[in-house]
Every structure is written in C-alpha cells, then in structure tokens.
C-alpha cells in the first residue's frame, strides 16, 4: 500500500479505510529514481503531486553561486508536492537524496477527492499545514541555535517523524544523509558539522555512524535542541497542544 | 525570557575554536559560522576596532548602551 505510512498517528486525521482506498486509487504511477535526481525544478508547470513510498527527498534554494540550502527533507509517508495542487507551480527545487519511490497523483484526481469527499480533502489540507510548521521549527533552529543545537533538533525532529511513520522505534533510525546533507539543512559547513557530531557523541546524547543514528539521551538531546515536538501533531499523550480532532457533523 | 529579549544585543561572547585548519565561531544564540584563518584573523581585527568605536561613543554620549 502507498498510504500505509501517510499521516500514520498524526492526531485526529489518520485515514480510515475509504480514504485511503480513495487515493491508492488515485495513484497513476509508481516509479523508483537513483538518489540525487532533480524531480521538479522552481517554476515548472505541474500536473501531479508526488507521496513519498520509500526514501528521503528535498526541497532546497541554491543561493547566486549555485550553493544549496536545504529547506525541508521528506520522509516516506509525506505528500511532498501537494503545494504544487493549488499552486501549480512550486518556487524550489525537488530532489531525491537517497533512492526513492514515489506514487504520482494526478491533479485531476485531487480535484475530484475535493468534490466528493471534504474530510478527506481536510486531511491533505492538513498534510500541508503540518509542511509548514515545520518549516516555523526549521526557520526557529537557524535564527536561534548555536551548531550543536541545530544539529541535535534535526535529529529529535527526524527522529519524531520517523517514529510517527513507524520507521524508528523512538530512540535508533536509519538516515542515509552525508555530513554534506546535513551542512545545507542546518546552514553550517561540513567540518563545523563533524564536529558537531563529535561533541553529540562525546556528551553521551547522540551517536551518528554509518547512516544510523542512536540517540543515547533523548531527553538531554532534546534540551541541548530546545526541541519540544508538539509542532508535528503526533498522536501522544503527552503532547501539550489540543487535540485537532473535530467533532463529527 | 521576555519576548523582547531576541533582539537586544548580546553581552555574551562567541566562543571561536580551530579544527582542521579553520576557525569555527560558535554563538552567541544563532551563530555558528566556519572561517578560513585569514578570514577569522581579519574579522577579529575588525571586532576590535569596532569595539573601541563603540565604546568611545558610549564614553561621548555619557549613554548606556542601546
């Protein structure tokens, strides 16, 4: 299933079994690409958006020299172009870091999933709404957090979202990313992240070894990142903001 | 922490560090910056002129700081 992992407990809008059905329907196209293929460029016309099945994708800006900037990283599970629907263009580049596949969403379809079925149409609205708070937690890591800090909120917040999707068991996970990767998320240089990674293992709260990453102190690692996951309305008791479940109508 | 505080300016010092033959300038808050050592020596020198510019004025303008 191509869904199996979209908006898995996130709270109040995990699919039921029409939903779905629906956009497993809906998939025109399911393709696997090498990592780092460009797969849409800033100011192409789309007709499709793209649900990540396996692999890690990005977003990024390349600054006047060509250098990038990382401005999001998707996980499987996430509808990464839904922007694209209402937008029909995006203003950044996509592009797979690993090697990904993906399942193509025709537009036409999501205008149709939009006249017959409004909760479900509600919970792509949500998908995107969850894009951009991230995008708040990664614009609050680069404005306010020294190197180490930066670091070590990308990972609490990779972690997060990995665990929500069922692909880390909370405190261990795959990331096949480079320091390289790493340097244009967190807008630092790669030997500033080397040592970064170095001083997370060296405090005893994190260890990041051949594309996998153990978090020894999650919460002192969390601490070090001013990391509070509220932000990603993940489905957990603990999480301090209302529940986004609506009453039914 | 008021919410005013983010922008006032910072009485703590960046602590700079040299690894692999640069120089890395870590904090205060958001700061995190990798420099060649020409580049860290020049921007050091650059700090401290300014410093002493901005510590004359407060002495003329018998101010505290901004």
Same mark, same amino acid.
């Given at each position: 299933m191509f869904t199996e992992r979209f908006l898995r407990n996130r709270r109040g809008v995990s699919l039921d079994a029409v939903e779905r059905a629906r956009i497993e329907t809906a998939v025109s196209e399911v393709k696997t690409y090498p990592a780092r293929t460009i797969m849409a460029r800033a100011g192409e016309p789309l007709g499709q958006s793209t649900l990540l099945v396996e692999g890690i994708m990005s977003r990024y800006? /390349? /600054?006047?020299?060509?250098?990038?900037?990382?401005?999001?990283?998707?996980?499987?599970? /996430?509808?990464?172009d839904l922007h694209a629907y209402p937008l029909e263009v995006l203003d950044h580049d996509v592009a797979t870091l690993t090697p990904a596949t993906v399942a193509t969403v025709p537009h036409a379809e999501l205008d149709r999933i939009a006249d017959e079925m409004p909760e479900l149409t509600r919970k792509l609205w949500f998908a995107t709404l969850l894009?951009?708070?991230?995008?708040?937690?990664?614009?609050?890591?680069?404005?306010?957090? /020294?190197?180490?800090?930066?670091?070590?909120?990308? #990972?609490?917040?990779?972690?997060?979202r990995l665990f929500s999707a069922g692909l880390s068991d909370g405190r261990r996970f795959a990331l096949p990313l480079t320091q390289a990767d790493i340097a244009e998320i967190c807008g630092l240089t790669t030997v500033h992240v080397n040592r970064v990674v170095r001083v997370l293992r060296e405090e005893g709260l994190c260890l990041?070894?051949?594309? #996998?990453?153990?978090i020894a102190d999650p919460a002192g690692l969390a601490a070090r990142a001013q990391f509070n996951p509220a932000y990603l309305y993940i489905e957990d008791p603990d999480n301090i903001l209302p529940s986004t479940k609506r009453p039914n109508r | 922490m008021s919410i005013d505080d983010a922008t006032e300016p910072h009485a703590e010092p960046g602590v700079a560090s040299a690894e692999k033959g640069l120089v890395m300038l870590d904090g205060p808050d958001g700061v995190a910056v990798t420099m060649t050592a020409e580049a860290a020596a020049a921007t050091g020198r650059s700090l401290?002129?300014?410093? =002493?510019?901005?510590?004359?004025?407060?002495?003329?303008? =018998?101010?505290?700081p901004l």
């Open positions: 800006l /390349d /600054d006047r020299r060509g250098l990038r900037q990382l401005v999001a990283i998707h996980i499987p599970g /996430d509808f990464l894009d951009a708070a991230i995008h708040r937690a990664w614009l609050f890591r680069l404005g306010r957090l /020294d190197a180490v800090g930066r670091v070590a909120h990308f #990972l609490c917040e990779t972690n997060s990041f070894r051949s594309s #996998l990453v153990e | 401290i002129v300014a410093a =002493g510019v901005a510590q004359a004025q407060l002495s003329a303008s =018998g101010d505290a």
